[in-house]
């Protein structure tokens, strides 16, 4: 692994611009809620590390589709239609409000006007997106160094994803909370999630959280945690998951977020980024596997060699 694989992400130094960059993805990311059907688990609402940046998928608009990617190596983002047309909107210093009007006048130039719930979701600030002028930055050397560990957390994350033969989910970002994350289940339906997440109505916390799940990912940071992490949970919590033996020996369990986390920093500068991950996914889903009782017989895979 190379420094390019796993930059450095100090928050403090790039936090404008992630808090500037989640609510432009949110508004990206509801007009993929508005075009998709429902899933379970709101799994049709997610974006996807791609080559340059994130991509929506495709997405159904009548008989066309339409596509948008954020775009971290040219800095720009990219409005693509089944008819041909093409959009771009330059990355750079702007207000949400600027970048709300940009992306709403480019889906009417290609024909494909949306309306969206104009307010974040998952967060405490309830500013409408059109009016924001606040939130304006944009680094795009941090920006960029985000999605390279995205997408290197990706290949690992993917790679443990293929030892399961259960149900799991895609690994895929969430632009609602702004974590990369995959997710396995034990098969059993799941006592009713309490809810009360931030502006986020608790009939989609207990969608999400219908089953028994180990879930687990990347996440830049925020005000519990001021730090980019990898973390680790079970719902429903087995009793002595958070005295369960982990590897490596950065990770710990933070009784406040309820997770097993590794700090980013720590892994970065290990001699193999990627076995160190590896052994932190797996242990963790051992913990709540082991401790939840689940059939891991029946629902592991024997990784290839």
Not at 79 to 95: D, K, W, Y
Not at 146 to 154: G, K, Q
């Amino acid at each position: 692994m190379t420094h390019l694989d796993w930059p450095a992400l100090p928050y403090e130094e790039w936090k404008d611009t992630y808090e500037t960059l989640h609510l432009w993805m949110q508004i990206v990311g509801k007009i993929r809620l508005d075009r998709m059907p429902w899933i379970n688990h709101c799994w049709q609402v997610t974006f996807y590390p791609s080559a340059r940046g994130l991509t929506t998928g495709s997405m159904p608009y009548g008989a066309e589709h339409l596509q948008i990617d954020f775009d971290f190596v040219g800095h720009e983002l990219v409005l693509q239609t089944s008819r041909g047309e093409r959009r771009n909107i330059a990355l750079v210093p702007m207000s949400v409000a600027d970048f709300y009007r940009a992306l709403m006048a480019a889906l009417e130039a290609v024909g494909m006007p949306v309306q969206i719930y104009r307010k974040p979701v998952e967060m405490e600030g309830q500013v409408p997106f059109d009016v924001d002028t606040l939130h304006r930055a944009y680094d795009g050397e941090y920006a960029q160094r985000c999605w390279r560990i995205v997408t290197s957390s990706a290949v690992v994350l993917t790679r443990f994803r293929s030892h399961f033969y259960g149900k799991v989910s895609p690994v895929h970002f969430f632009w609602g909370s702004f974590d990369l994350a995959v997710t396995r289940f034990s098969g059993r339906t799941a006592p009713p999630h309490p809810g009360g997440m931030p502006n986020l109505p608790d009939r989609v916390t207990r969608d999400a959280y219908s089953h028994e799940v180990s879930s687990c990912g990347f996440w830049p940071g925020g005000a519990p945690a001021p730090y980019p992490l990898f973390y680790s949970y079970a719902y429903p919590e087995p009793d002595g998951f958070g005295a369960a033996p982990l590897r490596p020996s950065g990770a710990r369990y933070d009784s406040v977020l309820r997770e097993f986390v590794l700090p980013y920093d720590a892994l970065r500068k290990a001699d193999n980024p990627e076995e160190e991950l590896l052994a932190f996914l797996q242990s963790t889903y051992e913990a709540a596997a082991n401790l939840g009782h689940w059939d891991r017989r029946g629902l592991e895979a024997t990784p290839p060699q």
